[in-house]
């Protein structure tokens, strides 16, 4: 249980950094992850339709 306090810590404290020494390489990042879970629930929507369509 400690280890996963010490971990998200670092984290925490890695994200920090990153927006405090370069604010616009940290929106990049933001930007990335946005586009890479709207792709994600995308393909999920598709994969929807085309089970309910019967896998046509």
């Not at 306090?5 to 616009?24: E, M």
């Not at 929106?27 to 709207?38: P, T």
Request: zero cysteines; a neutral charge; hydrophobic letters at 50%.
């Amino acid at each position: 249980m400690q280890s996963k306090k010490i971990a998200l810590f670092v984290g925490v404290v890695f994200v920090l950094y990153v927006i405090i020494t370069d604010p616009s390489k940290a929106a990049d990042y933001v930007q990335i992850g946005f586009e890479g879970v709207s792709s994600a629930a995308q393909s999920i929507g598709d994969f929807m339709t085309w089970v309910v369509n019967g896998g046509k």
